[in-house]
Nanobody, 123 residues
Framework: QVQLVESGGGFVQAGGSLRLSCAAS????????MAWFRQAPGKEREFVAT????????YYADSVKGRFTISRDNAKNTVHLQMNSLKPEDTAVYYC????????????????WGQGTQVTVSS
């Protein structure tokens, strides 16, 4: 089992920045893919970004390209999401997830999830 804990959410003004972290524990493997999803009230869970635990492959949703950056620290089993130029529409609960697939962006392909961290962007 892989346990995931998100942190770093909070309240920020539009145009501001936040950095989310996802700490993984348990049986983690270098071949796993880590990803961030988000879910706003009344909306379905939405893919944000993914990164392979090894290598350099990353993938972003169009809505966050150029503003968000996903990165990893393999030694600490931690994935980060740097969020810049935040907009009110970025307001959501952000979830970290892990998958055995290399380039998954479908929530159904992720077996382990964190409990989420709230991000609220005010105008």
């Amino acid at each position: 089992q892989v346990q995931l804990v998100e942190s770093g959410g909070g309240f920020v003004q539009a145009g501001g920045s936040l950095r989310l972290s996802c700490a993984a524990s348990g049986r983690t493997f270098s071949s796993y893919t880590m990803a961030w999803f988000r879910q706003a009230p009344g909306k379905e869970r939405e893919f944000v970004a993914t990164i392979r635990w090894t290598g350099s492959n990353t993938y972003y949703a169009d809505s966050v390209k150029g503003r968000f950056t996903i990165s990893r620290d393999n030694a600490k089993n931690t994935v980060h999401l740097q969020m810049n130029s935040l907009k009110p529409e970025d307001t959501a609960v952000y979830y970290c997830a892990v998958s055995s697939y290399a380039y998954a962006d479908n929530a159904a392909d992720f077996a382990s999830w964190g409990q989420g961290t709230q991000v609220t962007v005010s105008s």
